[in-house]
């Protein structure tokens, strides 16, 4: 029997599966997923075995991967004792962390990944870790998918497509400053990557380490071993208070130490980059780190073009860049 | 002391120690990367009389010499307007100078 478009039930044509593009960025801090349906993050830490009291949602799910034992992912899991992605090569974890991050709507799909990662020569050790069959329980949803391609990229180009709008013509300084490491890379005026290296000294944890320091900050927030929870300080900075500290104290410390990180951020590029910092036409600040900052410190936004949401600027600009081919 | 730069092939410029201290300060206020390039700019603009130039620090005029190349003379190109660059505005100041110029004591 020979169906026609028009003898297909509405609901069928619908529901076809179809070949879903996906951009994907693997960090030791966050996984960062973007599709058709929107952009998915989820802190990068994972605790083995849950107790069934685990509170999961799309960001802190629990997923077993073929035969694995269940791993909770999320912020709620990096507030305790958690498994760190930081000590493993993200091409290790890419697999796993691309598992986190599948949606239900995957299931039965063929996927093409769009991979981006700062690392030139391990972009191709890149596609093979990505490609080939998932079976994933995740949060109870059985997901079946097939990486069947991967578009490897480098990171950078996805956060300069997602500002290509507000660019003047010239040449592009872009800096994306993520938790653990900030990357910086530098434009001509086609938008062609000319040069560029990560800086583990002008990562965000840098920030949350010397706020851990503060003798205020310390005498009111440690606990009986004398140690600071990185990771608590990590979410206070987004938000107005941490612990028992006033909001009027906490405010006055965030600005504190993000003038002093903007300081010894203004003296790496002073010293390291000064030429092209001088010459770019364009200034781009994006990554996590992007988003506080300018928070905290608005006249930022005087010279360096802020994407929105810069979180997810990169993962985002990298799937509307793809698109952009199609 | 005096410090002499070379403008064109066809110019360069002596001028007191102070004075280099001032262009050069006024090199990073508006990105230009070689001082030739912008005391072309502001001779052109405001001929010797640079002093008005200088963020309102009044200078000398004897502290500023600008005699033709010994190699080649040639008419020194005074007041003459540009299309584009005879004004200075904050739009010229590159954003890198500008966030390095930055101050962020809380």
Redesign the interface.
């Known amino acids: 029997m020979t169906f026609t478009a028009q003898s297909i039930p509405l609901s069928t044509l619908t529901s076809a599966k179809y070949t879903r593009l996906v951009s994907f960025e693997n960090s030791n801090s966050f996984l960062k997923r973007h599709d058709s349906e929107g952009s998915l993050v989820i802190a990068a830490g994972h605790r083995e075995n849950p107790s069934v009291h685990a509170h999961t949602d799309d960001e802190n799910p629990i997923v077993i991967l073929e035969g694995q034992r269940p791993r909770w992912y999320g912020a709620r899991v990096c507030q305790g004792d958690h498994v760190s992605n930081s000590h493993r090569s993200k091409i290790e974890t890419a697999r796993e962390s691309f598992a986190a991050c599948l949606r239900p709507s995957d299931d039965g799909r063929d996927l093409i990944v769009i991979a981006s990662h700062w690392d030139k020569p391990a972009l191709e050790s890149l596609k093979v870790a990505l490609q080939g069959q998932y079976k994933v329980i995740r949060n109870g949803v059985k997901i079946q998918c097939a990486v069947t391609q991967v578009i490897a990229t480098m990171e950078g180009l996805g956060s300069y497509h997602s500002a290509k709008d507000r660019l003047k013509d010239g040449s592009t300084?872009l800096i994306e400053l993520g938790y653990g490491t900030a990357e910086i890379w530098f434009m001509d005026e086609t938008g062609r990557i000319v040069d560029g290296a990560p800086v583990t000294r002008l990562g965000v944890i840098n920030l949350v380490k010397a706020i851990a320091d503060d003798p205020t900050v310390r005498a009111l927030t440690q606990d009986n071993s004398g140690t600071v929870n990185l990771s608590a300080i990590s979410q206070a900075l987004q938000q107005d208070t941490l612990g028992k500290v006033s909001a009027a104290n906490w405010q006055a410390v965030k600005?504190?130490y993000a003038?002093e990180f903007?300081?010894d951020f203004?003296g790496y590029?002073?010293t390291q980059h000064?030429f092209?910092?001088?010459?770019?036409?364009?200034?781009v600040l994006t990554g996590g780190g992007a988003a506080l900052l300018s928070s905290i410190?608005p006249?930022l936004s005087?010279?360096?073009i802020v994407p929105h949401h810069p979180q997810t600027a990169s993962v985002r600009g990298a799937y509307e860049r793809q698109m952009a081919n199609v | 002391m005096s410090v002499r730069w070379r403008m064109s092939k066809t110019l360069q410029i002596t001028v007191t120690d102070e004075v280099a201290q001032h262009i050069k300060a006024l090199m990073a206020v508006t990105?230009h990367?070689r001082p030739g390039a912008l005391i072309n700019l502001l001779v052109r603009r405001y001929g010797q009389d640079l002093a008005r130039c200088l963020s309102g620090d009044v200078l000398p005029t004897q502290d500023i010499k600008v005699q033709p190349s010994p190699v080649v003379s040639l008419p020194t190109p005074v007041n003459v307007p540009l299309p584009h660059e005879d004004v200075l505005t904050s739009q010229d100041i590159?954003?890198?100078?500008?966030?390095?110029a930055?101050d962020?004591?809380?």
Do not use: D, I, W
């Not at chain 2, 590159?94 to 390095?100: D, K």
């Open positions: 300084l600005a504190k003038s903007l300081k203004q590029l002073r000064a092209h910092l001088q010459s770019a036409t364009n200034l410190q006249k005087q010279v360096f | 990105g990367e590159a954003p890198g100078t500008a966030f390095l930055m962020f004591e809380t």
